[in-house]
């Protein structure tokens, strides 16, 4: 069962994340507002939430279950792929359609078809290691987690924890620096925040994220307030351990979110929000471009846009393909144990 406080703190994070790209395209990070300072500075944050936050969910949601490894991939494909596939082709068209709309991208065949498959390349717009989609460059972290958490569903619950972390040391800062893959794409130590997630989703199967509510209050001002100040250091340090403290914070405070099925709904439409609001808030840009409207004028209606879209896509896009696929699959049925080893 999802923790709605889980999904509470995940609509949020997607939301900051809209608010930190909206400052990037309309004001290229130039702000002289606080509020629009923290977008700009602090906004990325999100991801590193999202990180945390997947570590948690894919440890709880095995742990009482016997997956094949193959099962397991299954299911995540299933549930992630189609949004992310149809998102990125609607993007293709819109710049085959309107390229004036988003300048900054050039199409290439071989691009477009490492960006569907997950794997990580310079993007032709010269800008970096990202897929078409640009914030798909988080999934291509979530895609590899998703692959090394399979190989450790081979081994016992109680040591899965260890396989991951040897997993992403070898793979992240062995394998792929000496095969000089993706750019270094991969040796980025935000990798270690799902880790973070794995050890919240332990302490809460033993029954340990239990506390007075004053304890994870505080706990959750102390991480704001790391965030806000910052420091010189690695960012699985400074935004990875307070996005760990906000998540284990919200996990304690799960009992007082009972039955806040309005907030449940926003954590549900938050991957669709993450995946459509780019695209909005360029058509939101274009507008800005050729009207000389404020863009504060338009944000609210690119917001309404990303909300309503994002119900919509997650209803029919991502709920849809996900029951199709599952029974498409073979995946309705019980759940296929698989070979322990110990």
């Given at each position: 069962?999802?923790l ?54 894919i ?21 992630i ?6 998102y990125?082709?609607?993007l ?8 004036s ?6 199409l ?11 794997i ?7 800008y970096g ?7 798909g ?13 399979a ?5 016992r ?24 893959f993706?750019d270094?794409?991969?040796?980025n ?8 997630g794995?050890?919240?989703g ?12 004053w304890?994870p ?7 704001l ?9 690695p ?22 979110f ?6 449940k709904?926003l954590?549900?439409?938050?991957y ?6 780019v695209?909005v ?8 471009q ?5 863009p ?24 849809g ?7 498409w ?9 698989s070979?322990?080893?110990?």
């Amino acid at each position: 069962m999802m923790l709605i406080s889980v999904q509470a703190l995940r609509a949020l994070a997607a939301w900051v994340v809209v608010g930190h790209h909206f400052i990037q395209l309309f004001f290229n990070f130039e702000v002289d507002t606080p509020v629009a300072y923290l977008f700009a500075d602090k906004g990325g944050i999100g991801v590193d939430v999202f990180f945390v936050i997947s570590g948690l969910v894919i440890f709880l949601a095995t742990a009482d279950k016997a997956l094949t490894p193959w099962r397991f991939l299954l299911m995540r494909l299933a549930r992630i792929v189609p949004a992310y596939w149809f998102y990125t082709l609607l993007l293709a068209l819109l710049v085959v359609a309107l390229p004036s709309m988003i300048p900054e991208i050039q199409l290439e065949p071989s691009h477009i078809l490492m960006s569907m498959l997950f794997i990580p390349a310079e993007n032709p717009g010269g800008y970096g290691v990202y897929p078409l989609l640009d914030v798909g460059w988080s999934l291509n972290f979530e895609m590899l987690f998703y692959a090394l958490f399979a190989v450790a569903l081979l081994v016992r619950g109680s040591y899965r924890l260890w396989v991951m972390a040897l997993l992403l040391y070898l793979v992240c800062y062995i394998v792929a620096p000496a095969l000089d893959f993706a750019d270094g794409f991969y040796r980025n130590d935000m990798v270690f925040e799902f880790l973070m997630g794995i050890v919240i989703g332990m302490l809460y199967r033993r029954g340990l994220c239990r506390a007075p509510a004053w304890l994870p209050l505080l706990g959750i001002a102390g991480a704001l307030a790391a965030i806000w100040h910052g420091a010189d250091v690695p960012r699985a340090l400074e935004w990875g351990v307070p996005s760990a403290v906000l998540v284990i914070s919200c996990v304690t405070l799960e009992p007082y979110f009972k039955g806040a099925r309005f907030l449940k709904a926003l954590g549900d439409c938050s991957y669709s929000v993450y995946l459509l609001h780019v695209l909005v808030l360029c058509a939101g840009r274009w507008v800005v471009q050729r009207t000389g409207m404020d863009p504060y004028v338009i944000l609210p209606f690119c917001l309404l846009v990303t909300a309503f879209g994002a119900f919509l896509s997650y209803e029919w896009l991502e709920k849809g393909t996900y029951r199709r696929l599952k029974h498409w699959l073979g995946l309705d049925g019980p759940t296929v144990l698989s070979r322990q080893k110990y």
